[in-house]
């Protein structure tokens, strides 16, 4: 009885119709003719009210209703969240839906109006976009369904708390990985890089073919074989490549929902798969007052579910990153010549100098390649039109900024140290056209 009374839900056209009645009671007062009709009108909506509850509840199953969640989410992108619903009524009933979804959204008026059939199964999908890692829970399916009558509704619960996490962005994988080894790099805003000397791993002897490069010819297997003989050779493998993370203060700047953190740790996760399908190990760590989560650069089978787990439980601690500490751990533990991509952000070219020495002490005997990021949001104020004083001299002090963030990339240049700058947006594409530019020059 108390399960009965919780699901049962007097609906808006009860109310209208009753306070219609009590107004009509209210004037019957008056006109004491009107009495028979105000009975006669209660006496019906009850009626009705009862009939509108024995239809819904006489059918014990209802509305069956299933929430369809990925095993997990992939932080920044849209992921697909299905609810199929099943009527075992034999007939047409109006329904709608309120999911109770993760709290992290702070979507507080979500709702699927529809109606069904007599046993029918219906498909509906809505999309979310989370923009923070960790656990989502979701609550009730709460169904609410009604007969033609509408008087009142019938309200039955399914999926109780359940509990998705949200990963670094693999479908930001899914598109990328495969790009890097196919001819449509421009759809993706991929360069094709020109390959530069001969810079590469002997792989074998083969018969020459129209299109060969005849500086490749072997003479000594052409005698022995009475036809032309190339050397074919192929990308140097087995190259350590560290994606590294800094998870200071200057990560938490926001760009459309995500923090910059965020954009490095889904280009880390990128980088890192396109790395093991071209041959090479692939590594990672974090740093701010100290050297975390460190994945040592091989290539194995596991690697990828291992950076993958890493980047998912990386934080920001908001404090000043300690590049002192960055230098002295790269070199006890990486002694191998690497390739190693540095996230960060560098506002001012104080903020870069104060750097510089520990950078430069880095690229000494690793290929260093400092990733930071333009400011969008200037560049969108530079883009607007000044009317006021005031407005001019936001504008020129956003021009200055902009133009700092050029010389930084220019500072780094100048002191043998590779640098990119790029907007958030495009932060994945631009690592990976560096990473293929390096192997196609032989520069590590």
Known sequence: MKSFIKSLYFNQLFFTVLIAI???AIIAFLVPSLFGVVKLLFTILIALSIFDILLLYR??????????VPEKLSNGDQ?????TLTSRYLFKVFVKIIDEIPQQWQIRDFEINTQLSPSE?????????????????????????????????????????YMVPNYPS????????????????????????RRIGNTFEFEQIKEYVSGDDIRNLNWKATAKRNTLMVNQYQDEKSQPVYSVIDTGRVMKMPFNGLSLLDYAINSTLVISSIVLRKQDKAGMFSFSRKVENQIVAK???SQMNLILESLYNIQTDFSESDFSRLYIDIKRRINQRSLLLLYSNFETLDALHRQLPYLQAIAKTHLLVVIFF?????KEMVMQPAHTTREIFQKTIAEKFIYEKKLIAT??????????????????????????????????
């Open 59 to 68: 059918n014990k199953t209802g509305v069956l209703a299933k929430r369809d």
């Open 121 to 161: 199964e219906r498909n509906f999908t809505y999309h979310v976009r989370p923009t923070e890692r960790g656990e989502y829970h979701f609550g009730y399916i709460n169904v609410f369904s009604k007969t033609i009558l509408g008087l009142v509704s019938r309200r039955q619960q399914y999926d109780y708390n």
């Open 374 to 378: 333009e400011n969008t949001e200037l």
């Open 299 to 301: 290539q194995r089978k």
């Open 170 to 193: 693999f479908l930001q994988l899914k598109k990328y990985e495969f790009v890097a080894f196919t001819n449509k790099l421009k759809l993706f805003g991929l360069k094709k890089i």
């Open 79 to 83: 992921n697909p969240i299905g609810i």
């Open 22 to 24: 009590v107004l009509l």
């Open 411 to 444: 500072e780094l240049k100048k002191h043998g140290i590779q640098a990119i700058l790029t907007s958030p947006e495009n932060l994945t594409v631009n690592t990976i056209n560096k990473y293929l530019e390096i192997k196609a020059r032989g520069l590590l």
